[in-house]
């Protein structure tokens, strides 16, 4: 095979973050986006209070269930969108590059989530 | 053997309208993407206080990021509908040793985005 | 008499370095499919048409083409779903055209092989005696992907392979799995290192057009899809523990009994 055996033996794993990814971006976001992207600034729900949201934020369950959306959504974007740049844009003689920019960025994006949700805030 | 074999246009994706669902199915990603960077930075504002908190609140009523938003909205709904109509046609539940039927299996799924939606609604708003 | 126009591709590589459309009157009748109307042409208006049928009954699955931009059996489709017209027929995408309609398979028939589509003994069991035993249960978990007549269709539809033709596509994959999930197969871990290469299911994005295309109802896409489950749920359990068996490699024979698990794992 024409790819070295290292990265088809990181194929499985990297796939099954991607679903993962995909359930919890699928079943979390949409809501989340409605909320603080579109209801919230538009007046159509009553803007949460601050001392509230602090304490959800702060609570160890929403910690973890942020974290773990986070990374998992991260490794999402990452894997879709290295396929649509190689079939998409036919850059799949980048491969290599476009690899290291998409998992790159998740894992620098994940890196920075973990530090914020479990030290920073 | 001669033989005659046009290369794929970079356009492929326009082709077809199923082609082209499928690009925008891919794009989603990008604002799945967009989404963590948002949330952090709501999460940022929120930890740094109630002025920072009203400051972003402000800022996320400006016409360029709703609109951003909006748009990233109708994708991620976009992905989260495609994501659960494909689900059982990637995955064989059984229960009790039979296959359930994959109408099930994608209701399923959907229930689970109604409860989850509902939770964190709460959760927010509660 | 009714008629109905065909657009047809040609392409005489003696001649022309590029297809052209030619276009012929021919009758339109209730009971005629398109391949009905090419006979027609070939019979009494151009001789020198050149596609390929047999069967006439979408059995053969030799006569697929590209009908009005979609690949189609051109023997199970009908000319009255396209009146007035006209019908347009191309040959199959993603493969080379050799003449007219005519395409090159012969990338397609040398990945099948690589597959080992055919029902692999177990190495330590004695040759069956008798015949080999099987529920209807165990029927019903391939038997959707044995209806598959290599038509080719699903590679056309698919654009992953139209932009990399090293992709093993949808029909060699769903052959695999109609012999992984077979209760008498044992060869699971013989298809393994072709079916989880770079060039086997992780480079399908399920795009789902291969299902769309497919007149025999196989579902490749599914297929695909739930191979690289068992391939993920495979390779972290290897992970996990790393000092038992390696199921991607050949084992030698008589080394394990159970060296159906790999199938087992998808049922
Ligand atoms: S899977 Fe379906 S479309 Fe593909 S070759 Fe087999 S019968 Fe034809
Ligand atoms: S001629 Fe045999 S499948 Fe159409």
Redesign the pocket.
């Known amino acids: 095979m024409a790819a070295p055996a290292r990265r088809t033996r990181a194929e499985p794993l990297l796939w099954l973050l991607f679903s993962s990814g995909g359930v919890v971006a699928a079943l979390f976001i949409p809501v989340l986006l409605l909320l603080f992207g579109v209801a919230i600034p538009l007046g159509w729900v009553s803007t949460p209070d601050h001392a509230h949201l602090l304490a959800v934020l702060q609570h160890p369950v929403t910690r973890v269930v942020l974290l773990g959306l986070c990374v998992l959504a991260l490794f999402h974007w990452a894997h879709r969108f290295r396929y649509t740049l190689h079939e998409g844009l036919r850059l799949k003689r980048l491969g290599t590059l476009v690899e290291i920019l998409c998992y790159g960025g998740a894992v620098a994006g994940s890196l920075i989530s973990a530090y914020l949700l479990l030290w920073a805030w | 053997m001669t033989s005659y074999q046009p290369p794929m246009s970079l356009f492929w994706w326009l082709r077809r309208r199923s082609y082209f669902f499928f690009a925008v199915r891919e794009l989603s990603s990008v604002f799945v993407a967009w989404f963590v960077v948002y949330l952090l930075l709501l999460g940022h504002a929120v930890a740094s206080g109630e002025a920072a908190y009203r400051e972003f609140v402000e800022w996320s009523a400006r016409p360029w990021l709703l609109g951003l938003n909006l748009v990233a909205l109708v994708f991620v709904v976009f992905h989260a509908v495609t994501w659960f109509r494909l689900a059982p046609q990637a995955m064989v539940v059984r229960v009790g040793g039979r296959r359930a039927p994959p109408l099930w299996v994608a209701a399923g799924h959907y229930a689970a985005w109604v409860v989850v939606s509902a939770l964190v609604v709460w959760v927010v708003l509660a | 008499m009714r008629t109905i126009a065909l657009r047809v591709a040609r392409y005489r590589p003696e001649d022309e370095t590029e297809p052209t459309m030619q276009e012929y009157e021919v009758p339109l009748r209730e009971d005629w499919a398109v391949l009905d109307g090419l006979n027609h042409i070939k019979d009494h208006l151009d001789g020198t048409l050149s596609y390929r049928w047999s069967c006439r009954m979408g059995i053969c699955?030799s006569c697929?083409m590209t009908v009005n931009g979609e690949?189609k059996l051109t023997c199970g489709t009908f000319l009255t779903d396209y009146a007035p017209g006209p019908v347009t027929v191309e040959p199959l995408r993603n493969f080379p055209v050799v003449r007219d309609l005519v395409v090159d398979i012969s990338d397609f028939m040398g990945k099948l092989p690589t597959v080992s589509p055919w029902i692999v003994d177990s190495e330590d069991a004695a040759p069956a005696e008798g015949e080999h035993l099987q529920t209807p249960e165990e029927l019903d978990e391939y038997q959707q992907y044995s209806?598959?007549?290599?038509?080719?269709?699903?590679?056309s539809?698919c654009p992953v392979y139209g932009l990399d033709q090293d992709f093993l596509g949808?029909?060699a994959i769903?052959?695999a799995q109609r012999y992984n999930l077979d209760s008498r197969d044992h060869g699971a871990h013989q298809r393994v290192d072709v079916l989880s290469a770079a060039d086997g299911v992780w480079s399908c994005t399920f795009v789902g057009e291969?299902t769309t295309?497919?007149?025999?109802?196989?579902d490749?896409a599914g297929a695909i899809q739930r191979y690289k489950l068992t391939a993920a749920t495979e390779s972290v359990k290897s992970l996990l523990m790393p000092w038992g068996r390696r199921s991607d490699l050949p084992r030698p024979s008589g080394a394990d009994q159970d060296n159906n698990a790999w199938s087992r794992e998808v049922r």
């Open positions: 699955g697929g690949p209806m598959c007549i290599n038509c080719m269709l699903c590679y539809a949808p029909a769903a052959l291969c295309a497919c007149p025999k109802g196989v490749p």
